[in-house]
């Protein structure tokens, strides 16, 4: 899951809350990825197959939604 090319426009991002090492991004091709600020690169994503306009994390870090 390295060496990701984002092909929709950025909609959203956050800072994970407890991690400042990573932030979490939704797109335009419908994909939300969790990416490690340090290298960069992403280290996890899911295709969620519609446009994705909002994404957050919970108070404790985890993933908490996206529409």
């Known amino acids: 899951r390295n060496n ?3 092909f929709g426009a950025v909609t959203c991002i956050q800072f994970n ?3 400042d090492g990573h ?3 939704g797109s335009l ?3 939300v990825r969790i ?15 519609e446009m994705v306009t909002a994404a ?4 404790d870090g985890q993933v908490d939604g996206c529409v």
């Open 4 to 6: 990701v090319v984002v």
């Open 17 to 19: 809350p407890l991690d």
């Open 23 to 25: 932030f979490i991004s």
């Open 29 to 31: 091709d419908g994909k």
């Open 35 to 49: 990416w490690r600020i340090k290298e960069p690169q992403v280290v996890d994503w899911v295709d969620l197959q």
């Open 56 to 59: 957050c994390y919970s108070p």
